[in-house]
């Protein structure tokens, strides 16, 4: 099982703009689909953005045209651009398999902070 590590978090004022990478330890190109996640609080991780293999991409309503998703098959990384970042948007950020669950090997995330 690919092993990931994300990277770009940090601190932005609210509406402005960040992007976030991961890097895998192993050929993504076996993984149909690739997904980034959130994790509120207490709470369980959240999609925010996936992305197929042949680079069709989808978000949920929260993210849809503000995030950017993308893939490098060749270099084994993950991106994803995040613009208009919103309060709520303060979480731990994570990369993986677009089906992954709790039982699945996560990375440590990155740490985006909206705040002014």
């Known amino acids: 099982q690919a092993q990931f590590v994300e990277s770009g978090g940090g601190l932005v004022q609210p509406g402005g703009s960040l992007g976030l990478s991961c890097v895998a330890s192993?050929?993504?190109?076996?993984?149909?689909?690739m997904g980034w996640y959130r994790q509120p609080p207490g709470k369980p991780r959240e999609l925010v953005a996936a992305i197929r293999l042949g680079g069709v991409a989808n978000y949920p309503t929260a993210t849809k045209g503000r995030f950017t998703i993308s893939r490098d098959n060749e270099k084994n990384t993950l991106s994803l651009q995040m613009n208009d970042l919103k309060p709520e948007g303060t979480r731990v950020y994570y990369c993986?398999?677009?089906?992954?669950?709790?039982?699945?090997?996560w990375g440590q995330g990155a740490q985006v902070t909206v705040s002014s």
């Open positions: 192993a050929n993504i190109s076996s993984i149909y689909a």
């Open positions: 993986n398999d677009r089906w992954a669950d709790t039982d699945s090997t």
